[in-house]
């Protein structure tokens, strides 16, 4: 037996690299489907053989050794460059992928036949739909800007490259400030700023904003409202933006209640009738700006000249660092009323954390009422908090609704408080 494999694992892996490469073949073959016999540069069968010839040397590779089977690879190398080579003398086109495809297919065989079968799987999967959507991906590359890439270039500096070198420790007094999750705020912002405008781009402004509203507030509804108040500058209505931070306050209190459900239980009666009131009353608000349509009027005429708003992402980043250093000294200084002092503060920049944090201590010390109460504290702060970060960005006189609103979620906390007590 070869490689110690028994004759039912050989056919398997063989039917596997059969199905690989049949799967690029069919690929290949529909993109040449208008050309006509001879054409052709490779197809159903082409691959399917490539493929078997990939497994085969992955097979004999033990018996005839890596100088061997390097040959192997130079020779299907020089087999792909030749046929390239007459190809784009006949057509006068150059495009390697056709030849990329089938080297790819000749080397997952030989990690399929070596025993690994999700990478080249996944690999065969990917390449297919690269393959497969050429046309949409060429579109879309004719569609970006030079700001757009600009952008993106930096926005990789700030995060690939800026980001992973910076300390993940404590400074300062208490240890209190991170370089590394400070920096990690600022990247976020910036990427739901970046992430935003494209999908306003290509979505549409309303369903973009209304979308990336949503999925950014998975990570921070307060990155997402400072975004949108940035956003402000850009539009004469604001309903749309309103709609958006909305969304986000509703986002951030649902995943309260979910952190309780997750990490303790025994709380979640407590804070539930007040935080699922005060995120009920955001979609509800929500709801009926949405209904109003004046969402349209407002996003028909934005307009977003820059994908990265970097200059708020440091503001708040340094905003942070100053609301953590005093959640810090609250905690440290002023015991059980700390708590309360600590939830407020920390809701200012951050609900998950605080929530986190409480859920803890209640396992342990923290009586469960006083940590009720601090998550409720937060919840509210958080909830205002977006309101003021609006205003001023906006002004008091555009933000008056989205201040009416958030007070009556803050509101519809009370009923909740009292039953605690």
């Known amino acids: 037996m070869f490689d110690d494999l028994t004759d039912m694992q050989l056919l398997i892996k063989?039917?596997?690299?059969?199905?690989l490469g049949f799967?690029?073949?069919i690929e290949r073959g529909w993109s040449f489907k208008k050309k006509k016999e001879g054409e052709r540069t490779a197809g159903i069968r082409t691959f399917t053989l490539i493929a078997i010839s990939g497994g085969l040397w992955g097979l004999l590779h033990k018996h005839v050794g890596d100088v061997l089977l390097g040959v192997a690879?130079?020779?299907?190398?020089?087999?792909?460059?030749?046929?390239?080579?007459?190809?784009?003398?006949?057509?006068?086109?150059?495009?390697?992928?056709?030849?990329?495809?089938?080297?790819?297919?000749?080397?997952?065989?030989?990690?399929?036949?070596?025993?690994?079968?999700?990478?080249?799987?996944?690999?065969?999967?990917?390449?297919?739909?690269?393959?497969s959507i050429k046309p949409e991906l060429h579109k879309w590359?004719?569609?970006?800007?030079?700001?757009?890439?600009?952008?993106g270039i930096v926005f990789l500096i700030i995060s690939a490259i800026l980001l992973p070198l910076l300390p993940n420790r404590g400074f300062g007094p208490w240890e209190v400030w991170n370089p590394f999750e400070l920096w990690g705020m600022v990247v976020l912002i910036a990427g739901i700023s970046y992430a935003g405008y494209f999908s306003m781009k290509y979505l549409?402004?309303?369903?973009?904003?209304?979308f990336t509203s949503f999925t950014g507030s998975l990570v921070s509804s307060l990155a997402v409202t400072v975004t949108l108040g940035r956003y402000s500058e850009k539009v004469k209505s604001t309903e749309i933006l309103t709609t958006g931070i909305l969304i986000a306050t509703f986002?951030?209190?649902?995943?309260?209640?979910?952190?309780?459900?997750?990490?303790?239980?025994?709380?979640?009666?407590?804070?539930?009738?007040?935080?699922?009131?005060?995120?009920?009353?955001?979609?509800?608000?929500?709801?009926?700006?949405?209904?109003?349509?004046?969402?349209?009027?407002?996003?028909?005429?934005?307009?977003?000249?820059?994908?990265l708003q970097l200059s708020t992402a440091f503001q708040f980043g340094l905003l942070l660092a100053a609301v953590m250093f005093l959640s810090e000294l609250s905690g440290k200084w002023f015991g059980d009323l700390g708590i309360y002092g600590l939830s407020i503060l920390s809701g200012m920049v951050d609900i998950d954390s605080i929530t986190l944090t409480l859920l803890d201590m209640s396992k342990e010390n923290l009586?469960?009422?006083?940590?009720?109460?601090?998550?409720?504290?937060?919840?509210?702060?958080?909830?205002?908090?977006?309101a003021g970060i609006f205003t001023y960005f906006i002004g008091y006189k555009k933000a008056k609704k989205l201040l009416f609103i958030c007070l009556l979620i803050a509101l519809s906390s009370l009923p909740g408080l009292l039953f605690l007590f």
């Open 23 to 25: 799967l690029v073949g």
């Open 204 to 210: 549409g402004k309303e369903k973009g904003l209304l």
């Open 141 to 151: 590359v004719k569609t970006i800007e030079p700001k757009e890439l600009y952008s």
């Open 251 to 307: 986002t951030a209190l649902g995943r309260v209640l979910l952190l309780a459900v997750l990490f303790n239980y025994s709380l979640l009666p407590l804070i539930a009738p007040s935080v699922a009131a005060m995120a009920l009353t955001a979609l509800a608000a929500a709801v009926w700006i949405q209904m109003k349509g004046e969402t349209k009027k407002s996003s028909s005429k934005f307009t977003l000249k820059n994908p």
């Open 73 to 131: 690879l130079v020779g299907f190398i020089l087999i792909i460059m030749v046929g390239y080579y007459q190809h784009a003398r006949i057509t006068g086109k150059l495009g390697l992928t056709t030849e990329m495809a089938a080297f790819l297919t000749f080397t997952v065989s030989i990690a399929v036949i070596k025993g690994y079968i999700i990478l080249p799987v996944s690999i065969t999967i990917l390449m297919v739909l690269l393959l």
């Open 14 to 19: 063989f039917g596997l690299i059969l199905l």
């Open 367 to 386: 009586v469960h009422k006083i940590a009720a109460y601090g998550l409720i504290l937060a919840a509210i702060t958080n909830t205002l908090v977006k």
